[in-house]
């Protein structure tokens, strides 16, 4: 348990609205992540942070912007809400243990956010 | 164009018996390469990895094989256990063995029957 929580669990929304979800994390782990998960694609990340306001796009930023203010929280918005943005979005960690002896290098997820776009 | 590729969308198998699931990929940079499987409701948990420099690992009954000539790799699951029934989804990262941006592949949900 990497003590990853997502807020809400849930949300139904309209188009056109704004909607902020929120990552937390209670372990202080620098490297970040927000992914949306689809039918017949997977797994697609749309931001990351490798620390307090040091932020970047992933493959699927259009429509959506974050913010890392405190390491803890990890905050996705999306400013105008469309249909096309409803989904289930994960946020992970990453604790980077590569350097750790037998221990391999991997993310850790959220429990998800379900959004819904009206 | 998607980088990470699971053909079989589903796969069933007989408690007991083998599961073995599928993953291509095209992106030659990948070097580190992992298996998730997730339940509904839930978010993915991490089941095995492997890097670029072995061509398996095993960590009970999971065994992952990477043939990096064919740019594929394989998750065998032996012997297969109802509770393994979930979708599984293979992920690769090009970040110099670290678990650092990983791209996934569409999943494989497996069925294991009583």
């Known amino acids: ?118 | 164009d998607q980088q990470v590729k699971q053909n079989s969308p589903s796969l069933s198998v007989q408690e007991g018996r083998i599961s073995i699931l599928n993953c291509d990929y095209t992106n030659s940079m990948f070097d580190y390469f992992l298996w998730y499987k997730k339940y509904p409701a839930e978010g993915p948990t991490f089941l095995i990895s492997i890097s670029s420099i072995k061509d398996k690992n095993e960590d009970g009954r999971f065994t992952v094989f990477l043939n990096k000539s064919a740019k594929h790799l394989s998750l065998h699951i032996v012997p297969s256990q109802p509770g393994d029934s979930a979708v599984y989804f293979c992920a690769a990262s090009a970040e110099k063995s670290s678990g650092d941006k990983l791209t996934f592949g569409t999943g494989t949900r497996l069925a294991v029957r009583p």
């Open chain 1, 1 to 118: 348990d990497a003590g990853i929580t997502q807020s809400p669990r849930h949300k139904v929304t309209e188009t056109g609205t704004p909607v902020t979800l929120r990552c937390h994390q209670t372990e202080n782990h620098r490297y970040m992540y927000w992914y949306r998960q689809d039918p017949g694609h997977g797994l697609r990340l749309i931001h990351y942070s490798y620390g307090v306001k040091d932020t970047d796009k992933g493959e699927v930023s259009d429509g959506y912007s974050v913010s890392r203010s405190k390491t803890e929280d990890f905050l996705l918005t999306l400013e105008s809400a469309t249909s096309s943005q409803t989904s289930v979005y994960f946020c992970a960690i990453n604790e980077r243990l590569a350097m750790r002896n037998g221990v391999p290098d991997t993310q850790y997820f959220g429990p998800g956010t379900r959004l819904t776009v009206l």
